[in-house]
């Protein structure tokens, strides 16, 4: 089993800067991907960026620019910088990890951080 713990939510202004962390834990062996995924109220949880075993890295239109990805395998830690926040990047983060085995990829998700961006 994989576990994933987050942290670095927070509340902060527009224009301000974040940094969420996700440490991987347990049975991490075989871990291609990670990715901080959001969900807002009443919306579906969408990919805010990913990044490969290789660091090729993939960003949301709406996040471009503005949020980097990064991840440290020595720590078994993955990173979002998040600067110039929006009211619209309010959202729970959630971390997730892509395992693939014999038996096919799998999925691990962290607990969630919160981050709020007000006006």
């Known amino acids: 089993q994989v576990q994933l713990v987050e942290s670095g939510g927070g509340l902060v202004q527009a224009g301000g800067s974040l940094k969420l962390s996700c440490a991987a834990s347990g049975s991490i062996f075989g871990i291609n991907d990670m990715g901080w995924y959001r969900q807002a109220p009443g919306n579906q949880r969408e990919l805010v960026a990913s990044?490969?075993?290789?660091?090729?890295?993939i960003y949301a239109d709406s996040v471009k620019g503005r949020f980097t990805i990064s991840r440290d395998n020595t720590k078994n830690t993955v990173y979002l910088q998040m600067n110039s926040l929006k009211p619209e990047d309010t959202a729970v983060y959630y971390c997730?990890?892509?395992?693939?085995?014999?038996?096919?990829?799998?999925?691990?998700w962290g607990q969630g951080t919160q981050v709020t961006v007000s006006l």
């Open positions: 990044i490969t075993i290789s660091d090729r890295t």
């Open positions: 997730n990890a892509k395992k693939t085995n014999r038996y096919g990829t799998f999925n691990t």
